[in-house]
């Protein structure tokens, strides 16, 4: 399975590609052995944004464990928290402390360029796949037009849940385990059970 969302590069990722820099922009990464060949392209310029996130985190929900686990394994880009910012409208200081990711760090991978490390990236790809799953949801559901997948979790992990003994999904997201409990939450509530 390749992914692959049709946006457009602006002249400064084309520019910083060439001399070799990280950016928001294509990257190629492994998702099995080399020899396997099999790549997922993840392509998320700078223009229209919001678009390509979702287009993203829709792949990402709907990946197979194995796609999901080489895009891990490859790592992000640490910009990824920025492009979230973006389209979730949740201050940066909390989406870094619901991660649990330590701000200075963050902070110095994006100004340089640098990638997430593993734990960090599953986190982070964990949040795009949420919101990816919100996306798949309510488009199975019926009409999504209008719909921002994104700014709805955005504000939906600040609510506090009944089914989580009054707690916000946001105090869920800082482990894969917890994450994995508010993705079933969502599921539960489409299905109108909760246990």
Known sequence: MEFRTKTPRSKWVQTAQAKGRVTSGVKVVSTMKKSQGRVITELAGSFHVRAGVLAYAKNLYQASAAEYAGVVRGKVSATHVDLIVDVTAIPKERLVRFLDLRP???ARKI????????D??????GLERLIGQVAVMVGDSGDSTGF???RWVGDWLEQPIPALGGAKPADYMDTIEGQ???SRLLV???AGVFA
């Open 120 to 125: 960090q990236s599953e986190r982070v790809l």
């Open 148 to 150: 921002d997948a994104a």
């Open 111 to 118: 100004r340089e360029g640098e990638m997430l490390s593993t």
């Open 104 to 106: 200075a760090t963050i």
């Open 180 to 182: 994995e409990r508010v």
């Open 188 to 190: 539960q509530s489409q």
